[in-house]
């Protein structure tokens, strides 16, 4: 190769570079109102009128405490719009480990930890029996009809279930909670509501014609809370999804094996 055109082939190469580098330092991804950069040092989302804390919280996938925790929002998580919502965790702003240690690890002295033991001993055993049944959610058909798309742990299209249906029929709650968001304002799930059943489940109902609960309300599993619709979707249908500690979960793991019954 010429002298000549090696020349010419480095300056090249050196300018795409140069390009390349300055794009990668500064690149922004829009999501919705969030931001997103390739540096982790402005990964925020302005919060638009009628979001909530648990609407944010599952448009990103994330858990709602972890949110709160690193926005420093306690509860009730009231959030104000044109509020800068954090996405990250700075390093050592907050570790969900030493929380959890913190919150769990055994206060007594060494006096009482010797004259103490079966009562400790009971005292753990009884914690954890409550624990369990604080999480534990029976789980219902929220409507019935044929399965038309299926979860997918590796698509993120397919969050939970697709259920085809009538326009009008009725949406009913999949267990007993509190509705934590009545809107329509994540894009492409149309009319949604989510409802909280404990710190770790939650479901959603998407794409509902009209609403019938409110923010806050409480609803029993059963309770009809919607009509199905086709908002943001081109048939009538239901979107179901269910998420364990702010990640989609298969509702086929929890919903009962025999079909919806009404």
């Given at each position: 190769?010429?002298l000549?055109?090696r020349?010419?082939?480095?300056a090249?190469l050196?300018i795409?570079g140069?390009?390349l580098?300055?794009c990668?330092?500064s690149?922004f991804?829009?999501y919705?109102?969030?931001?997103y950069?390739?540096n ?5 989302h ?5 979001e ?7 448009q ?16 009730p ?21 030493k ?10 002295n ?12 009971g005292h753990?055993?009884a ?9 534990k ?6 409507t ?15 969050k939970g ?17 509190v509705?934590v968001?009545s ?8 009319n949604?509501i ?9 479901s ?5 014609q009209?609403?019938h ?5 409480k ?11 086709s ?12 998420r ?7 509702p ?11």
């Open positions: 190769m010429a000549r055109s020349l010419q082939l480095a090249f050196m795409a140069l390009i580098s300055a990668s330092s690149r991804v829009a919705g109102e969030g931001r950069s390739s982790n040092k402005s990964v925020v302005v919060v638009r009128k009628s909530t804390l648990y609407s944010i919280a599952w990103y996938g994330y858990d709602f405490r972890k949110l709160a925790q690193w926005n420093k929002i306690p509860a998580y009231t959030i104000y719009p044109k509020q800068r919502i954090k996405l990250y965790k700075k390093q050592g702003e907050w570790s969900e480990e929380t959890e240690k913190k919150a769990t690890a055994p206060q007594f060494v006096s009482k930890r010797i004259n103490n033991k079966s009562a400790v001993a753990t055993k914690t954890a029996v409550k624990t369990t049944i604080r999480q959610v029976k789980w219902h058909w929220p019935k009809g044929k399965i038309i798309s299926h979860y997918s742990a590796t698509d993120p299209g397919k279930l697709d259920i085809a249906g009538k326009m009008g029929q009725p949406v009913r709650a999949a267990a007993s909670g509705v968001y809107g329509n304002g994540l894009r492409g799930y149309g949604l989510i409802i909280k059943h404990n710190e770790t489940y939650f959603a109902y998407a794409h509902n009209e609403i609960v409110k923010e806050n309300e609803v029993k599993f059963g309770q009809k809370i919607a009509d199905m619709g908002t943001d979707t081109d048939k009538p249908m239901l979107h179901f999804e269910i364990r500690n702010g990640k989609p979960s298969n086929m793991k929890y919903l009962p094996k025999n079909s919806y019954k009404g």
